[in-house]
């Protein structure tokens, strides 16, 4: 089994910037791909960024440009930095890994922002 815990959320004026992390720990190997995702109320689950490998990404077309991922393979960590946020970037925040086991889903961080 792989646990996901997140950290970073809060609160955020507009043009503000955070810092999401993911830890994985359990049995973390065959990784296939790293995810952000996030859901607003009364919104569907959708995918911010990804990442494949230590350098493959995309992005939503509605981060790009203000949001990064990026991950340390050596510490099973993920991170998003988000840029400039956007009262629409309000939502709960969660980590995915897909490996060769399956596929596993953080707890979700919440982030706000708000003027």
């Known amino acids: 089994q792989v646990q996901l815990v997140e950290s970073g959320g809060g609160l955020v004026q507009p043009g503000g910037s955070l810092r999401l992390s993911c830890v994985a720990s359990?049995?973390?190997?065959?990784?296939?791909?790293m995810a952000w995702y996030r859901q607003a109320p009364g919104k569907e689950r959708e995918l911010v960024a990804s990442?494949?490998?230590?350098?493959?990404?995309n992005y939503a077309d509605s981060v790009k440009g203000r949001f990064t991922i990026s991950r340390d393979r050596p510490k099973n960590a993920l991170y998003l930095q988000m840029n400039r946020l956007e009262a629409e970037d309000t939502a709960v925040y969660y980590c995915?890994?897909?490996?060769?086991?399956?596929?596993?889903w953080g707890q979700g961080t919440q982030v706000t922002v708000f003027s």
């Open positions: 995915y890994l897909s490996s060769v086991r399956g596929v596993y």
């Open positions: 359990g049995s973390v190997f065959g990784v296939i791909a």
């Open positions: 990442i494949i490998g230590s350098d493959s990404t």
